[in-house]
């Protein structure tokens, strides 16, 4: 590496300064910041071979500041959590050498690329040298289990292989086969994320020439519960896209609505309708993006999804009314997604450990009955309510916020009876003998009894969460709810008239 | 009152005199406006309380001019149309105070908070303190009936409560329940608007203690035909949102699109893939949305919603092309939300009026006959479609023109009759017994039937009016017509074939 | 003429001098633009006729630079391609006399217009005198046949003729009628183009009193593959508006967003949940869009549709990585529409000339066989594929990119192993009589397999595409492939249980 250093110092001296580049191109934040003498030839490549990310990265907060300058600002203002970023991060700009080669023992995609031992892939836990708190907070969600969850619970795995897999059919009969690991890795999996392995290396061509890399497999991915080559569970460009790392778009709902959209999970339809969303796209090019805290009114005038689920708020008198969490169902008390009833939200982000009564890793029976001591308690959903109704408050009165999650609680009770009406046609289908239970998902009468929970009572009750009429109507809502009950009836009837 | 506003001049001295605050944050449109002594009081509280609702209104028009200001400017530019605003409201800002304390005696939520009389909510009825001609186009429109419209017309409230109600099933058979007022007020309600009442008073918790305010039913609420508690129709919040009450934001898409939404009413979707909306959504953040009045070419590009439906609209030399208008169907001759059929628009904003010729209260018979006396006539449809038509002809020919609208007459044409297919299929199925038209929305088949007119033709409809071609042929048009089409008639058929 | 211009230049002098209003409204490219005289008079009269285009023209750059200034700048950064543009043209702004005046003789819809010989429309090859090389690499491509492609092979044209033609009920039998040009003209024909013709002159009355215009047939229509009154085919202002005809607005997917949109062509939608979508979304109202050339990483961060499907782009150190084309497939390798299967790209713009091995005018046959003759052989495909690649690597690393087209093939043949599963249900039911093969369009049966190639493996190859998690999954992805196979089943079963 050393040999490599003294050949790019040549080079750099040749060429141009990129650190007296950036002081001209950048107004810098404090002042001209001293890039790592690693990252100058990262960048003196990389601005030939891949100048898109290079150049992002130069307009990023990252490429302005060090962990030193970042330390100093008031409490408040920090946008990093650990007060010991070790030597020698901390007196650079956060570039590319800094980045890519954190904890290298434990990244299997570790190799040598010119001279630098460098990872493929920055996760969640290389993250953490600078930003541990919001790490930390993270590897605990539902978020980061998102891949697990799916896997290890043997209903969500049977629900994936039958939609997926390949379908073969002869005569007037379909043969199912497995899915593969490509399409579910830009269909289910791009969103929960995919596991990342490495297959030993391999040669690739380049424009510089051929290349040894390591060879990694289900990538390129970048689900929120990704399983990193070191280990580590999530990613964190999924809303802070590389290599910007943008906080201004992390809070813009355009972030969400990747992976929150309709039919299964409406929620940027849902805002994009209602009176908060209104106001966004009308008027969110006005505010101010950037600052931390985030200050309610002044900054912003309406929420987007990040002011109610993870963001630092503070009051014009800089008062704090909600700390930032990187956990981003802890301000919720509800799952109202539900797989088939809303419940109470589960204690531990690692779902497939939930076994209701009949023995299903499903935070309900399908008879609606919780399995209880996997859910938060009452006091806790109080708690969770609480914290949330605090932003509500900021703009709505007490009377206006009580009655409004009256309501709420009121439409999941009505779309949970709703599901209960249609699961116990498929229970009498399914007890008569006119559906097969051992698989709930590979039929055509299976698949209207789950529209009904997987698209259209999760889309009343987003609708209601965020008031979005047209959700909660016409457009996946009540309409189609009912609309969808009567063909179920009609299956199942039909199914009775042949007995 | 008085006691308190001793008290609190107090506290004003003691603290900051907000109207400085203001002075200095804000460059007033005039010069420094004068707060009340009572808003002051006002926001002295709400600044901590909900600091968010203060801040916006601090960025409105309301917070940096008076009436008597706002009456200075020339006839054309004026946003405010009574020249005799009552005194003290002339001469201070149109503050929290000045606006929700109008007509205390009509107002069955008025309530003595921290020494002052109060009402919750500030109605159409108050605001045409300032704005009478605005408000009363809007209560005569369909917008101010939309609540009665629902509920007074017995096929209507049908329809709602078949649609929204709690189904029970038991073995296959469906029970229906009627709907709950939560399940509507976040449905058909958001919309059309619910009647507020006032259930006494009661107490709740809130940051500063126990406080007593008016227990409001059905609230929140911002529909557009909301009935108020001081017994007047509407909300003008729905399009100039509390508390900035922009006209920018009233000007935008995003506004009409929180209810004008496919599939019933696919008027922003449509618009979104129109030439207009390609243009909008790629440099409408570029233009003026402010200025009143509002100059074709120079302050925007492109019409919105409002340029055709309400807008003031000037041509660069100053001529008034169309007046402004909040009778939103004021420039509409033909109403293509057809229930079932598309048909000219009605004389009287309350629809609940109009009886058929088989005594329902539908615009047009299930034949397609119009009830031809509760709909302008020949004349009225022509004056308006000339003074639409104005408005194209500032950057379209004559002939372009003429063109557009015989192309919709046709479509108009096509689809009634595409839906008078339909009908005769439910028709048979009727007269033979196949369905029960005693309640024409409670059947698998019927909602085939529906969905041909509510749904598709309708899409076609305004796909038409404003040039979005995919709502007119693959989402939600012609194909969805036809395939739909095909599917009633094997249901029907069907049935057919059981005899 | 001459009298004309005589009269107008006296109307000039009585009123006001439009080049010296140009300069002080306009801050001006280089230097105050002359006009031609002719164009002051359109202008003189059209700002009072139809001010909306007006001024957006002199908004435009059209409005700003001769040919003559256009012509001194460098090479690469030119936006127009013919070095030799004849005089009188090059020394004034480019005009709406300029325009509209162009091969007089070629156009059967030049009138005479107030002096003036005037073509109501601008063709491409009117902008062919300025702009040869987008013209010519416009009119080879599949959008310039667009309308051809539909209407000479057989098998669309009986497509569009089935699902647009008027459906008449007796009993419970449909009789289908032709389709009406007016419904094809707004709905298929929109995007794919109408036949303008002219039918003689005709009197209209304008505000002006009466004129004589030619009578143009299907007008107005902006469809790409238009063929216009001089014979010539297609339409600039799609994706150049008129009449500000910007480069912004072509580079903004809005503008792409008015065709190619779900159900059938998701691209905009898939765009919209790509992870360049959400940083589009979120900061494009920051870059730069109107630099020739387009710099990669310093005037954008992530690519749009014409970044990677038509712009020329170079990388901030000026090295050019792909050119400017106006045929939008000359980057495509693989036809990911699959009217029945994906498949190479034709040779030909003109699709109606493919025969597959049963005669049909399709790029495979019901069974999935390629018509190869007529597809761009393996050579070709690397050669685009290649191509294209050079565009990711500006971000992505060489291995990224690879892997992520090695997903996109398998995505492709998954697809296509389901839609011949569907295709082998179909083919059973025509085989058996339970369907009629004469016309495939006119079933219900048939519509259920239509919509598994025609939406949802279409989906799952634009969501594959280009990254959009939803499209592959819920959103017509793999959920609705799987749901409509059952459904598809369950009805060739229905029909097999009932011989």
Redesign the interface.
């Known amino acids: 590496m050393k040999q490599a250093l003294t050949y790019t110092f040549f080079l750099i001296s040749l060429f141009l300064p990129v650190t007296s580049i950036l002081a001209e191109e950048e107004q810098p934040i404090t002042k001209p910041v001293p890039l790592s003498e690693e990252t100058q030839v990262c960048i003196l490549c990389h601005?030939?071979?891949?100048?898109?990310?290079?150049?992002?990265w130069l307009n990023s907060r990252h490429a302005k500041i060090t962990p030193d300058a970042a330390l100093e600002k008031p409490e408040l203002e920090r946008r990093i959590s650990n007060d010991s970023v070790p030597e020698p991060l901390r007196s650079v700009a956060v570039g590319c050498y800094e980045c890519h080669t954190r904890n290298p023992s434990a990244h299997e995609d570790n190799f040598e690329h010119f001279g630098f031992n460098i990872n493929v892939i920055v996760s969640p836990n290389d993250c953490k040298t600078c930003h541990p708190v919001e790490v930390n907070e993270y590897s605990v969600s539902k978020k980061a289990y998102a891949l697990e969850n799916l896997q290890k619970n043997p209903l969500y795995h049977s629900f994936v292989e039958?939609?997926?897999g390949?379908?073969?059919?002869?005569?007037?009969e379909?043969t199912h086969l497995p899915a593969?690991e490509?399409?579910k890795?830009?269909?289910?999996y791009?969103?929960h994320g995919t596991r990342i392995t490495v297959d030993g290396m391999k040669t690739?061509?380049?424009?510089t020439g051929d290349i040894l890399?390591p060879n990694?497999l289900n990538?390129?991915n970048?689900g929120v519960g990704r399983i990193n080559p070191d280990g580590s569970r999530g990613s964190c460009t999924?809303c802070h896209?590389r290599h910007?790392f943008?906080i201004?778009?992390a809070r813009?709902p355009?972030?969400c609505?990747?992976?929150h959209?309709?039919?299964?999970v409406p929620a940027f339809e849902v805002y994009?309708?209602?009176?908060h969303?209104?106001?966004f796209?009308?008027?969110g090019?006005e505010w101010n993006w950037d600052p931390v805290p985030w200050i309610?009114?002044?900054d912003f005038?309406v929420p987007t999804c990040a002011t109610c689920h993870n963001s630092l708020l503070v009051?014009?008198?800089g008062?704090t009314v909600v700390q930032r969490t990187h956990d981003f169902g802890a301000r919720l008390w509800v799952r109202i997604f539900g797989f088939v009833y809303s419940h109470p939200q589960p204690k531990d982000g690692r779902t497939y450990l939930i076994k209701n009564k009949d023995g299903l890793a499903l935070p309900t029976a399908f008879d609606g009955e919780p399995a209880s001591e996997y859910l938060i308690d009452e006091n806790e959903q109080v708690r969770r309510k609480t914290e949330m109704k605090k932003i509500c408050?900021?703009?709505?009165?007490?009377?206006?916020a009580?009655?409004?999650y009256?309501?709420f609680e009121?439409?999941l009770n009505?779309t949970d009876?709703?599901v209960l009406?249609?699961t116990?046609?498929m229970f009498?289908a399914w007890k008569e003998g006119w559906a097969d239970i051992s698989n709930p998902f590979?039929?055509?009468i299976e698949?209207k009894w789950m529209?009904q929970w997987?698209?259209y009572a999760n889309s009343?009750r987003f609708?209601?969460a965020m008031?979005g009429?047209?959700y909660?109507?016409?457009?996946n809502?009540?309409?189609e709810l009912?609309?969808n009950?009567?063909?179920l009836?009609?299956l199942?009837?039909s199914k009775?008239s042949k007995e």
């Open positions: 601005r030939n071979y891949t100048p898109g990310i290079v150049e992002d039958t939609i997926m390949l379908k073969e059919v002869k005569g007037t379909i593969s490509s399409s890795a830009e269909a289910c791009a969103c690739i061509s380049t424009e890399v990694l990538w390129p970048h999924p896209p910007s943008s201004e778009v813009k355009y972030t609505s990747q992976c959209l309709e039919p299964d994009r309708e209602s009176k969303g209104n106001i796209f009308s008027s090019h309610i009114g002044k005038k009051t014009p008198a008062k408050k900021n703009c709505h009165n007490t009377d206006w009580d009655k409004y009256t309501k009121t439409t009505e009876k709703m009406s249609s116990k046609l009498k590979d039929e055509m698949h529209t997987f698209f009343i609708a209601s008031s009429p047209d909660a109507t016409f457009k809502g009540w309409w009912t609309t009950l009567y063909e009836q009609d199942v009837q009775e």
